[in-house]
């Protein structure tokens, strides 16, 4: 039975973060209910569509999906159960931020049937938290965390470096505090101005400045060296986890597996009918809900995806990760050997370079070549 990764996005925000460009809205009012019986017929249309599977791996992401009922969540996962196998080890992920009032409802999510917890702290500093936009403060932060450790085995915390007038030292001093409530995952991400948010308008207005390319290198080295000596190994470029901790649903994104994505603006890949197709859902709240009523899903756009494409989307997957490209498993996605995907002159060049590593099995960024790596896929994939 094919494996299967299930994504459900919950659109909503207590408010709209100045660095996200992700498809999340501010509400003042939702239809639990609405919602609940929406997401449960779009799944049934999926079913209905892929067939008997074998479900690896549920994400609720967002938007805040800790904002959902708790209902809701336990419902979504009844109707996952219900349209395929849902493994007993299947990892069951929800996002939350670290205010009180999603604190407060953790424990009904663990009884709904979440068993790990991807924490947005994003800075352990006051400062830091209001330039960011965030609506938790620090002392908010460390009670969500201390009760997502004692309410789940499995757990992660988001955190944002680089930031504006942030020094390298207090980097690490941030790092080595979150360090002591000994998580087995965290997710490191540089900030980065994305175009569309309030935050990219600031900094074309000199508004604030972030810290020079140099610099963010350092930042970037100091996190390997202190998370990988703190006993978490870096297994995708800003992934470190305990052994056994990865993160086993974005394994299946970078691993270019099957997943289905429920929701308003979720993406999928899934292989249908002999070929690998690309979905999209409708990312407007509403339109996705009336499309859901009227047609029982709200897909936007489904393509076949070609050769080219495949092979562009699975060497940037899987060259994030500390394992990189399996050789077979790349061939069975895109249906030609990883050696005649490629231009052998370009492939040549960046291992003489240092930036790439391939053996008779893998092929896989260097530790310099993660560094650069937005700079070797686009010399890898030019056409």
């Known amino acids: 039975m094919a494996q299967l990764a299930v994504y459900i996005h919950w659109p909503y925000c207590l408010n709209k973060c100045p660095y996200c460009d992700f498809n999340s809205h501010v509400a003042e009012t939702i239809d639990h209910a609405v919602w609940q019986r929406s997401y449960g017929r779009e799944i049934a249309y999926w079913a209905d569509r892929i067939g008997p599977a074998n479900v690896t791996s549920v994400f609720f992401g967002g938007g805040t999906p800790s904002l959902m009922a708790p209902d809701s969540v336990a419902a979504c996962l009844q109707a996952v159960a219900s349209a395929w196998d849902l493994a007993d080890d299947a990892e069951i992920t929800l996002e939350a931020n670290p205010t009180s009032v999603e604190t407060g409802k953790l424990a009904a999510f663990r009884a709904a049937g979440v068993n790990r917890l991807s ?3 994003q800075a352990l500093n006051g400062a830091a938290l ?3 936009g965030r609506q938790h403060d620090v002392a908010e932060t460390r009670v969500a965390i201390e009760t997502a450790a004692q309410l789940f085995d499995h757990w992660s ?3 944002i470096y680089a930031r504006p007038d942030q020094t390298v030292a207090d980097w690490i001093s941030e790092l080595e505090d979150a ?3 000994e998580p087995e995952h965290i997710s490191a991400y540089q900030l980065t101005i994305e175009k569309g948010t309030p935050f990219f308008a600031d900094h074309r207005a ?4 972030l810290p020079e390319e140099e610099a963010g290198a350092a930042f970037y080295d100091e996190t390997n060296a202190r998370l990988q000596d703190a006993g978490l190994a870096r297994y995708e470029i800003s992934n470190y986890a305990r052994p056994g901790a990865e993160s086993q649903h974005n394994l299946a994104y970078w691993f270019a597996r099957d997943y289905v994505g429920i929701g308003p603006g979720a993406h999928g890949r899934l292989m249908l009918n002999g070929a690998v197709r690309a979905t999209r859902q409708i990312a407007a709240p509403a339109g996705w809900l009336d499309a859901v009523q009227r047609d029982g899903h709200g897909t936007q756009e489904e393509a076949m995806l070609d050769v080219l494409q495949l092979r562009d989307e699975v060497a940037m997957m899987g060259l994030r990760l500390s394992t990189g490209i399996d050789k077979a498993a790349f061939a ?3 249906g030609i050997p990883f050696e005649r995907a490629f231009s052998q002159t370009r492939l040549l060049s960046l291992q003489a370079e240092g930036l790439l590593a391939i053996d ?3 092929a896989r960024a260097t530790a ?5 790596l937005n700079s070797l896929l686009v010399y890898l994939l030019s056409r």
């Open 157 to 159: 915390m988001d955190l």
């Open 332 to 334: 069975a996605r895109v």
């Open 130 to 132: 209001n330039f960011l």
């Open 206 to 209: 000199g508004v604030f400045e």
């Open 119 to 121: 924490l947005g702290v």
């Open 368 to 372: 310099q070549g993660l560094v650069r």
């Open 179 to 181: 360090l002591t409530y």
């Open 360 to 362: 008779a099995h893998s």
